[in-house]
C-alpha cells in the first residue's frame, strides 16, 4: 500500500512541477549506468573503426526523487572512439510501470573520455504510462573505457504525452 502511494504522490508531484497539462508531463532524469555485454568488429586497424552492439544498465533518478531501474542495448559505429549510436531503452518503474524508447545520438572522444548527445522517441508504456509517446534529449559521458566497465553518467528529458 505505501509503494502505491508512493508511487501515485510522484505521479502528482512530476506533474505538478512540470507545469503539464492533462494528458502530457514533462520528466527530468539522471542516469548511471555500466556495460552488461559488449561486442565489436575492428574494421581496420588503419582507420582505427570499430563496429559493435552493447547493453548497458543502471538506474534513472528522476527529479521527483524516483529511481527506474534503466536498460538499452543498441550498436555503434566510432572511428578512434568518435562516432553515432542507436538504439532502445526502458525504464522500470518499481510500481510495474514502464516508459520504452529508441534513441540515437553522436559520440565525441576528448581527453576527458567520450562525450555524447542525443535524442529519444518514445514508442510506447505500460502501467500510468500506458500508451505514451513523445520525445527527449540526453547529454553526458563515459567515465572510463567500455573494456574497464564502461561506466557512464548523463542527464535528460522526457517529454510525454499520455492518452
Not at 105 to 120: D, L, N, R, V, Y
Request: glycine share 14%; hydrophobic share 35%.
Amino acid at each position: 500500500m505505501r509503494r502505491v502511494l508512493f508511487a501515485f504522490a510522484s505521479l502528482i508531484w512530476m506533474s505538478l512541477a512540470s507545469g503539464a497539462s492533462a494528458g502530457s508531463l514533462e520528466l527530468t532524469y539522471q542516469a548511471v549506468v555500466h556495460l552488461a555485454v559488449e561486442h565489436h568488429v575492428d574494421v581496420t586497424a588503419t582507420e582505427k573503426r570499430r563496429l559493435g552492439i552493447a547493453a548497458f544498465r543502471g538506474l534513472a533518478i528522476f527529479g521527483s526523487g524516483e529511481l527506474a531501474n534503466y536498460r538499452y542495448q543498441g550498436t555503434y559505429d566510432f572511428r578512434d572512439g568518435t562516432g553515432s549510436f542507436r538504439g532502445v531503452a526502458v525504464w522500470h518503474f518499481d510500481d510495474g510501470s514502464q516508459i520504452h524508447a529508441t534513441y540515437d545520438g553522436e559520440a565525441m572522444a576528448s581527453g576527458k573520455g567520450i562525450t555524447f548527445s542525443g535524442s529519444q522517441q518514445v514508442t510506447s508504456g505500460n502501467g500510468r504510462f500506458a500508451g505514451a509517446s513523445g520525445s527527449g534529449k540526453y547529454q553526458g559521458r563515459r567515465v572510463d573505457n567500455l573494456k574497464d566497465g564502461g561506466d557512464t553518467y548523463w542527464s535528460g528529458t522526457l517529454s510525454l504525452k499520455i492518452p
